[in-house]
């Protein structure tokens, strides 16, 4: 770990983040999209395509994980309220357990109800359950449900990064956005 003070993140770390956003809003809205499609191959092709992108995803989670626990993030401007400090804790823990569970429940529900994921139709990723219909339906519900609160979570995120470049004109959006100089950054 660093210990200078650095102001903004180096491009590994915004590449992760970017990447997995990118990736869970597609999830996000192929998943809503698909659910209310009627049973067709079509559908059953974008759900393999979610089921792909939700192990991709999970795995992006461990890189981001092992990256995130070997590279300190960069201070929050000194200025920022306790509470708000606090805050911007619990809202990215809250993060990083979604983008955990999420998946996980995903693949508890696709076992249960029977339909084994083959990542990219290559890799046969092991069920976790017994076939059970009515767990299925349960997993369903507890799936949909965390990804609403993904949702809310991430508009609490967006909200609070424009609050700080519009109304606090900090540089706490600007750390993570793509730029040319690189000489004080610092992995996240």
Do not use: C
């Amino acid at each position: 770990m660093n210990e200078n003070p650095v102001s903004t993140y180096t491009g590994t770390a915004k590449i992760l983040h970017w990447l997995m956003a990118l990736l869970i809003f597609a999830m996000l809205g192929l998943g809503f999209y698909m659910s209310d499609l009627p049973l067709s191959p079509q559908k059953l092709q974008l759900y393999s395509w979610h089921k792909w992108a939700g192990v991709s995803a999970f795995l992006l989670l461990v890189i981001r994980l092992a990256w995130r626990i070997s590279h300190q993030p960069p201070a929050l401007p000194t200025q920022t309220p306790k509470i708000q400090q606090w805050a911007a804790h619990l809202g990215h823990g809250s993060l990083y357990v979604l983008m955990l569970v999420i998946p996980l429940s995903g693949w508890l529900m696709s076992s249960a109800k029977g339909f084994q994921t083959v990542w990219f139709g290559l890799l046969p990723i092991p069920d976790l359950l017994e076939k059970n219909k009515e767990l299925g339906a349960v997993l369903a519900e507890v799936h949909e449900l965390l990804n609403i609160v993904l949702i809310l979570v991430l508009l609490i995120h967006i909200a609070a990064a424009i609050k700080h470049h519009v109304l606090d004109k900090d540089n706490t959006l600007r750390r993570m956005l793509p730029s040319k100089s690189s000489s004080t950054t610092q992995d996240e």
